[in-house]
């Protein structure tokens, strides 16, 4: 027998006591399909989720691709006509925090509202204001579920094709870099030029 380590076999530890467990899922899944009925059900004929943007995804890999966004951006909603502190009123998440990077996100997202007004039904709060033919529009409006205005992605995959000699030659890497470099110093260029430029004056002047 060797200097080797005794066999303490731990058995008998009573685990069954201490497991967690996880046969409530069914239930639970059950509860979570019942509470969103009696949510759609308590906020009809309104729209179960609030209307928002459409994003690109981040990265070269899936920036191609098109998804929801968390909430409209003020520049957006100025260019729909809808007001900052009224939209969430009318079922608009509104994200303070996201920047329009594009025009062509800017113009998407607006459309979006655009469409979503068109199809806005909005009873004012007092009953008194309120016409026949709005109250009749309000009773007969659909509850939508999901989004109220879908994502249309019009994106084409492009063609396979040859590459030509010209893209070739062509250094995608140092191109990015010399525009990178020129924007980051655009500045103490224009610092440069105008001091030669008003030291060249004053050289004239002084002749």
């Not at 990178?180 to 030029?193: D, E, M």
Request: contains cysteine.
């Amino acid at each position: 027998m060797q200097n080797k380590q005794l066999p303490n076999v731990h058995f008998r530890k009573e685990w069954d006591l201490r497991v967690r467990t996880w046969f409530d899922q069914p239930g639970r899944k059950l509860s979570r399909r019942r509470a969103r009925v009696a949510k759609a059900a308590k906020v009809a004929p309104r729209p179960v989720e609030a209307l928002r943007p459409v994003v690109r995804c981040p990265t070269v890999k899936y920036n191609h691709k098109l998804r929801i966004g968390r909430g409209f951006t003020l520049e957006e909603l100025k260019a729909a006509g809808v007001p900052a502190k009224s939209a969430r009123t009318i079922g608009i998440a509104v994200d303070y925090r996201r920047r329009n990077r594009s025009e062509e996100s800017l113009a998407r997202n607006v459309q979006r509202l655009k469409e979503y007004k068109a199809k806005l039904i909005v009873l004012p709060r007092n009953a008194k204001n309120r016409t026949a033919e709005d109250v009749a529009a309000y009773k007969a409006a659909a509850q939508v579920s999901g989004q109220v205005v879908p994502i249309v992605d019009n994106y084409v995959a492009e063609a396979p094709r040859a590459v030509t000699a010209e893209e070739k030659k062509a250094d995608a890497f140092i191109t990015l870099r010399r525009v990178r470099g020129t924007h980051k110093a655009i500045g103490r260029t224009n610092k440069s030029i105008a001091y030669f430029k008003e030291k060249k004056e004053n050289s004239a002047t002084k002749k």
